[in-house]
């Protein structure tokens, strides 16, 4: 009923910059708070930022001042601008939304969705 895409992810230099990119779509009412994850091979998903609803957003120690997150409420779409890019920032990313959607019944319901993830390389 829900679905997340992602897209921007790709291979970069060092102090480099990406976008990422990651539009909700299908029966939604209102997506609530929105974020983004990494994960490397071996590892769990990690926090990287997260904004509300009302914009109010929270930043992994590792990326403060270089990442930027943003969302797009009218377009149900949430970004993250990344500069100054590390190698340690190599992993596949993911996006996550809190989505109130409308289901076939007419009846509200609440869940949290992830997208299928965009591998972010960055080279040294």
């Known amino acids: 009923q829900v679905q997340l895409v992602e897209s921007g992810g790709g291979l970069v230099q060092a102090g480099g910059s990406l976008r990422l990119s990651c539009a909700a779509s299908g029966r939604i009412r209102s997506v609530n708070a929105m974020g983004w994850y990494h994960q490397t091979p071996g590892n769990s998903r990690e926090l990287v930022a997260t904004i509300t609803s009302m914009g109010t957003t929270e930043y992994a120690d590792s990326v403060k001042g270089r990442f930027t997150i943003s969302r797009d409420n009218a377009k149900n779409t949430v970004y993250l601008q990344m500069n100054n890019l590390k190698p340690e920032d190599t992993a596949v990313y993911y996006c996550?939304?809190?989505?109130?959607?409308?289901?076939?019944?007419?009846?509200?319901?609440?869940?949290?969705?992830w997208g299928q993830g965009t591998q972010v390389t960055v080279s040294s």
């Open positions: 996550n939304a809190d989505i109130t959607y409308i289901r076939y019944t007419g009846v509200p319901g609440r869940s949290d969705y």
